[in-house]
């Protein structure tokens, strides 16, 4: 029988908030946080300079950002290394209505909130942060390594091809709903909520249990409440990124269900809502594949199932 993780959210979401996001919730700097046990593990010198100096295998390189795997003593870690965005990309950001992230305190907050929340997601292990300017702030945030994961891009890749088994298919999509709702009743949003940030756990998998991990969380939002377009943008992201696995119009009701408590009142009184987060997936999708998509609603094209 699959097992999963973690139980049920206790409560629905909030109602549902309109108006532009505020700034996420600051209340300065997380003081650095560098353990002993990495510390025995750096070379002599200043342990910030040392960490953002480590060499290791690249996962990433952007402009302002690097994150790469490297191996301290018996354990492997990822390091995600913030270099400085830069005036300009502070301004873009501002400009287009979205707060920018300038260091990793977004990152180690969002992991704490995470793990406060019973989200399971990489653990921390140290961060630390220099410079008062944040058009040239450094810092970084080291993760333990997870091991043996796998994505959910690539988990269900062949669902169409190959279906898994019900109770399967049905652990993943509670767990992601009770992930989705975890995050948005308690004011986060994840900001890329796609299939490939949440990875399952290999070791549990072969044992017929079910632990995801939520990946990624570099731009996370933390706030009092989720606005309503914030949770739009999340749900639409991963139900863009979902479309090509196969679900079905069930499936997709079942999770509306557990995210929000009652399908019933959920169709009735948001309409307008799921409408918008299907409207956004469908466009994410021909921006990203160049064709319009088929839905699990294309038949009766609408959320509740009925024609028009």
């Not at 996001?21 to 593990?41: N, Q, T, V």
Request: aromatic content about 8%; charged content about 30%; some cysteine.
């Amino acid at each position: 029988m699959v097992e999963t993780e973690s139980t049920q959210a206790r409560s629905a979401v909030g109602g549902a908030m309109g108006g532009v996001p505020a700034p996420p919730c600051r209340a300065g700097r997380p003081p650095d946080h560098l353990p002993a046990e990495i510390l025995s593990l750096l070379p002599p010198g200043d342990p910030f300079e040392r960490v953002m100096a480590l060499q290791g295998e690249v996962f990433r390189d952007v402009p302002g950002r690097r994150t790469l795997r490297v191996r301290l003593g018996d354990e492997s870690y990822f390091v995600k290394q913030h270099l400085g965005v830069g005036w300009r990309e502070i301004f873009k950001n501002l400009f287009s209505g979205k707060w920018p992230v300038v260091d990793a305190s977004v990152e180690w907050r969002a992991i704490e909130r995470l793990r406060a929340l019973g989200i399971p997601t990489t653990p921390g292990v140290a961060y630390a942060s220099r410079g008062s300017n944040p058009a040239r702030r450094r810092s970084f945030v080291m993760t333990r390594d997870l091991g043996d994961i796998v994505s959910l891009e690539d988990h269900c890749r062949d669902w169409p091809h190959s279906p898994p088994p019900l109770a399967h298919k049905r652990a993943i999509l509670a767990e992601v709903a009770r992930i989705a709702r975890t995050l948005h009743e308690h004011g986060l949003n994840h900001r890329d909520f796609y299939l490939c940030h949440f990875c399952l756990d290999g070791e549990r998998l072969r044992q017929g249990e079910i632990l995801i991990y939520l990946m990624d969380l570099h731009r996370v939002g933390v706030r009092r409440v989720t606005s309503r377009r914030d949770r739009m943008k999340d749900l639409a992201a991963l139900y863009f990124s979902a479309l090509d696995i196969g679900l079905s119009r069930r499936d997709c009701l079942r999770f509306i269900r557990l995210y929000r408590g009652s399908l019933r009142r959920t169709l009735v009184g948001e309409r307008s809502f799921w409408r918008q987060v299907q409207a956004r997936a469908r466009r994410l999708y021909h921006k990203f594949h160049g064709r319009w998509p088929r839905t699990p609603f294309d038949e009766t094209g609408n959320l509740s199932g009925t024609r028009r």
